[in-house]
């Protein structure tokens, strides 16, 4: 059962915050080296690499039993949504990117209802309209979309968003006794050479050699695999199994944050619906969590 949370969980869920907040940039960075397909290929057999002695450690931990919640962890909370997101960042802004990660606590919650026998009450349904309309104002009228119509790749942020909540009630309902970082790990042993089959096939490695940002952008993945997927799967999993699956998927309230003022920082716009749509989501997140 959870338990109210610490300030040991509070401090972590800030933490989790500024690691993945600050992914947002490091996904438009490295976007602008490689194609999507590589840089998801790079950033999971990365993270692979990192996860391999982690595995060895934990090993005796991990139940194989359950391989298939394992691969839907490695896909649904990583490749699918890593891939998504290198796509649209191609044409929406790092700080749109952030905020829309943000529905990922309503996903959860829908999902939640809908196949894991969660509790649905009236604010929680008030939560995920005004989350929903608050998305549709971040979709169609953000400051960029108007102009490029880039409302379609601002959908595929909202999409990974329900993986991350189908991730997310996977772990909660069916590993949630198992430790973090055999979760992570076992998830990256089963499905790392299939990734690398795709790196392979994305000609991943002569990317890196040919374009003249080719080993600086490896760097950026490298910290989104490390820190991001790594660090911040294993801390995440830690956060989940110690209070609940809503309050650990909440650190999406402080993401929009940290991802607008790290855009800002990089020269992107942020406009009155960008605002008033991030305000909406907000407030139907704090619906959704009373």
């Known amino acids: 059962m959870s338990r109210p949370p610490s300030s040991l969980d509070w401090f972590a869920l800030f933490l989790l915050a500024a690691v993945w907040g600050a992914s947002f940039l490091f996904i438009k960075r490295s976007v602008q080296v490689f194609d999507p397909v590589q840089m998801a290929m790079w950033r999971m057999v990365l993270a692979t690499g990192v996860y391999l002695p982690i595995a060895a450690v934990y090993w005796s931990k991990i139940d194989w039993k359950r391989w298939k ?152 993945i490298f910290y989104l695999a490390a820190i991001g997927t790594v660090a911040g799967s294993i801390g995440y999993f830690w956060l989940l199994q110690r209070t609940s699956a809503i309050f650990a998927t909440s650190v999406t309230y402080l993401l929009p944050i940290t991802a607008m003022l790290l855009g800002v920082a990089d020269g992107e716009l942020i406009g009155a619906a960008d605002l008033a749509g991030t305000g909406v989501v907000l407030a139907g997140l704090y619906l959704a969590r009373k």
């Open 69 to 220: 919640w394992l691969v839907v962890v490695a896909f649904c909370g990583s490749a699918i949504p890593n891939f998504l997101f290198a796509v649209a960042q191609q044409h929406v802004a790092s700080s749109l990117a952030g905020v829309l990660n943000s529905l990922t606590p309503l996903f959860t919650l829908v999902l939640g209802v809908a196949f894991f026998n969660m509790e649905f009450t009236r604010n929680k349904l008030l939560g995920v309209v005004l989350g929903l309309v608050g998305a549709g104002i971040l979709i169609f009228f953000n400051s960029s979309s108007a102009l490029s119509g880039n409302a379609l790749y601002a959908s595929m942020c909202a999409l990974a968003t329900v993986c991350y909540a189908i991730n997310a009630n996977t772990v909660n309902r069916h590993l949630r006794d198992l430790h973090p970082a055999a979760i992570a790990s076992a998830a990256f042993v089963l499905t790392g050479g299939l990734f690398v089959v795709g790196l392979w096939w994305s000609d991943g490695w002569a990317a890196v050699q040919t374009h003249p940002q080719g080993w600086t952008g490896l760097g950026y």
